[in-house]
């Protein structure tokens, strides 16, 4: 069974600019789940898809960040326009159910200059 | 809101040393803990899990048990390898507002020295 992918692996980008991520779950899997680490600091919960749906989107920090999960399969966070502080590693999870583990990609590394 | 609250490190141990980091948590009702995991270069990876109180996660020679009345989490493991060497997170879920978002603590990287 396939685990959860993202792509890219890594995108250095200048501020201003636009950049798109990307996240396949695991197949079958309905919840999807996105979380950023900030250099040095805490893994924080950024938004949770059931199905394409946005379940609960509290911990995305303005409205430059923009996720959708059409169809229900991948899903993609576009940052727009990137700022400096958007610098990081963004996780993506996926789990069967809302009690399930949840499952993570391998992160994408984000650098903004 | 929750929280979790773990050793800062790094962490620099000789092999077959004795493994032990702290992991504090505050939260409303009975939260499920964990412990995930990340090899250099890799996602994060769950290690190990208690979903109730004085319940014992382990995997891999790794322990935590969830203590309630101290509010901990501490992850241990008594022979460290050198293939340990990773960053362990200390996380959370509780239900709240309907989503089970994970909590995380802020990591602590830990080296195995040969």
């Known amino acids: 069974e396939a685990g959860v992918t993202q792509f890219p692996s890594h995108s250095v980008i200048e501020k201003g600019q636009t950049v798109t991520l990307r996240c396949d779950p695991i197949s079958g899997h309905d919840n999807l789940y996105w979380y950023r680490r900030v250099m040095g600091k805490e893994i924080k919960f950024l938004l949770h898809f059931v199905k394409e749906s946005k379940q609960d989107e509290s911990g995305m920090p303005n409205n430059r960040f923009l996720a959708e999960r059409t169809g229900g399969t991948y899903s993609t966070l576009k940052v727009q326009p990137a700022e400096l502080e958007d610098s990081g590693v963004y996780f993506c999870a996926s789990s069967p159910d809302r009690v399930g583990e949840q499952y993570f990609g391998p992160g994408t590394r984000l650098t903004v200059t | 809101g929750n929280s979790v609250t773990q050793m800062e490190g790094p962490v620099t141990l000789s092999e077959e040393a004795f493994l032990t980091i702290n992991c504090t948590y505050t939260a409303t009702g009975y939260p499920s803990l964990f412990w995930y995991v990340q090899y250099p270069g890799e996602g994060l990876q769950l290690l190990l899990k208690?979903?109730?109180?004085?319940d014992k996660g382990s995997n891999k020679g790794f322990e935590a048990t969830y203590r309630k009345e101290t509010t901990s989490f501490h992850l241990e493991k008594g022979s460290v390898q050198v293939s340990d060497s990773a960053v362990y997170f200390c996380?959370?879920?509780?239900?709240?507002?309907?989503?089970?978002?994970?909590?995380f603590g802020k990591g602590t990287k830990l080296t195995v020295n040969p």
């Open positions: 996380a959370l879920v509780g239900a709240q507002g309907g989503s089970e978002k994970l909590v």
């Open positions: 208690a979903t109730k109180a004085d």
